[in-house]
């Protein structure tokens, strides 16, 4: 069974920064794409980050020039360099994995269980 578990979250004032990670347990043959998501109150949970097996990101509008996803494929992890945050982008962040082939199966989609990060003074 695949788990993703990440770390990193935290309360920080704005303009401050924090490094999310993830990592994806189990016996792994490989991940395709991996990235971070986030929902905040009231608001749909939306993409924030994402990177290919191949290394090509996308990045969600809000974050793009700011963010920066980077990946360990030797170590199935993914980590989320957030500077100069800001109010707005607190939320519960959401690492995801897809198209996950281990010895038991493939799974398309696997979700960790989230990490808050509030930006506030």
């Known amino acids: 069974q695949v788990q993703l578990v990440e770390s990193g979250g935290g309360l920080v004032q704005p303009g401050g920064s924090l490094r999310l990670s993830c990592a994806a347990s189990g016996s792994i043959f490989s991940i395709n794409a991996m990235g971070w998501y986030r929902q905040a109150p009231g608001k749909e949970r939306e993409l924030v980050a994402a990177i290919t097996s191949g290394g090509s990101t996308n990045y969600a509008d809000s974050v793009k020039g700011r963010f920066t996803i980077s990946r360990d494929r030797a170590k199935n992890t993914v980590y989320l360099q957030m500077p100069s945050l800001k109010p707005e982008d607190t939320a519960v962040y959401y690492c995801?994995?897809?198209?996950?082939?281990?010895?038991?199966?493939?799974?398309?989609?696997?979700w960790g269980q989230g990490t808050l990060v509030t930006v506030s003074s």
């Open positions: 995801n994995a897809q198209d996950v082939v281990t010895p038991m199966g493939r799974y398309l989609e696997v």
